[in-house]
């Protein structure tokens, strides 16, 4: 006789949406709508299958409520995005950057590292101008400054950050696993504040423009010593606390990244198209960014702003195609964006610390998100190479 375990249904659908929505197919679980509909309950390994598969704990499927779930750190999403749980996808993300920050901050009170002068240096007070030339100053970054590709153009950004002190990590997945995709609609990054190991994620499933103005808004968060979770910064529309911060890290971002002084005298909109593509790839940003700065520069009116704005936002939404995962522009090395995905300086410090012995090779593993010792010494070998 088939021994089957009694779960709570309710966690299951919960479970089972939060998978769907996630583009985890569950297929495979022929009886899932029974079990949904507590018709039947499922044997203890398939529970354990539907647990891995959905990266709910096993745990979960035995309480007697849906469990519910909040993020770490101050959410300044949207407010429709805010009103649903956040997905585990996230979570386990905001996580494992936790641990790895925990660990970086701790590797540096050893050697006596000094406090990072950039975190809690501002106010929302500060104005914007002041504080993107302070940032721009801090991570030693050139607007404007010539790159082959917006790919090499967000490297070259992420490294300045990274020169600062400042932990960078930019993924499309969690951790190193090709089923486990974020959603750029759910968020766009967040902000983890150390006053040794300050720490940003970019969600690398968003285009690249969009991921380099996250980084400097993320960077805005360090620079007011607020953490939390971002997304779709250029419309904020939540509580007025909340939506002061996120404006005043919008108006920084920009300003870094398209300062007042780099701005054409004339810009002709008669034909908006064209004219913001070209800033937009001068300066490694979206059009709506470059829109929106010649608007706070005082070179459109509110309802000229308005206009373009909203035909550009559709055109873009028009033409929006599925970026491809960062393994497939790598050219088939993991190697090639693994240093992106869990930062330079911290996979570095990581490795020697564990070749040293100050480190456990499991814990490095686990830090680096990798499982083998062919793959962490692979890891190594490319840093040291480039």
């Known amino acids: 006789m088939v021994e089957r ?14 998978a769907s929505a996630a583009d985890i197919h569950l297929d495979r679980f022929a009886k899932l709508e029974d079990w949904i509909e507590g018709l039947l309950d499922p044997t203890f390994g398939q529970l354990q299958d539907f647990a891995s598969t959905t990266h709910v704990p096993l745990g979960y499927f035995f309480l007697d409520h849906v469990p519910e779930e909040h993020l770490p750190v101050t959410d300044f999403r949207r407010r429709e995005v805010r009103g649903s749980a956040p997905s585990s996808a996230l979570l386990d993300t905001i996580a494992m950057c936790s641990e790895r920050q925990d ?16 975190v809690g240096s501002v106010t929302t007070s500060t104005a914007p101008e002041t504080a ?8 030693g970054y050139a607007a404007g400054a010539p790159s082959a590709t917006q790919q090499d153009a967000m490297r070259h950004m992420v490294e300045a950050v990274e ?11 969690v951790g190193n696993n090709t089923h486990r995709r974020l959603d750029s609609d759910e968020f766009q990054g967040f902000t983890l504040v150390d006053s040794l190991a300050p ?17 400097f808004h993320e960077v805005a968060h360090v620079a007011l010593g607020i953490p939390g979770v971002s997304s779709s910064a250029g419309s904020p529309d939540h509580d007025h606390d909340l939506a002061e911060v996120e404006r005043w890290c919008n108006a920084v971002a920009g300003r870094v990244l398209v300062p007042a002084a780099m701005i054409p005298a004339r810009v002709d909109l008669s034909n908006p198209e064209p004219t913001l593509e070209a800033l937009g790839r001068r300066f490694h940003v979206s059009t709506l960014v470059v829109l929106r700065r010649l608007y706070d520069e005082g070179r459109l009116t509110w309802d000229r702003f308005r206009g373009i704005y909203l035909a550009e936002e559709a055109r873009l939404r028009a033409i929006a195609v599925r970026r491809l995962d960062e393994d497939k522009s790598s050219g088939g090395n993991p190697y090639y964006v693994w240093p992106y995905r869990v930062g330079r300086r911290f996979a570095r410090a990581v490795i020697a610390d564990a070749r040293e012995g100050g ?3 499991r814990d490095a593993y686990r830090l680096l998100s990798t499982r083998t010792t062919r793959a962490f010494d692979g890891f190594a070998a490319h840093l040291e190479a480039h």
């Open 359 to 361: 480190t456990l090779y």
């Open 132 to 139: 993107a030339g302070a940032i721009s100053d801090a991570v």
């Open 5 to 18: 375990v009694a779960v709570n249904p309710e966690v299951v659908a919960w479970a089972a949406d939060a």
């Open 163 to 173: 020169s600062s002190g400042i932990m960078v990590m930019v993924n499309s997945l």
């Open 199 to 215: 720490l940003v994620f970019v969600n690398g499933s968003d285009t690249k423009n969009a991921q380099a103005f996250t980084l």
């Open 103 to 118: 660990w970086f901050s701790a590797y540096l009170a050893r050697l006596g590292a000094d406090p990072s002068p950039l």
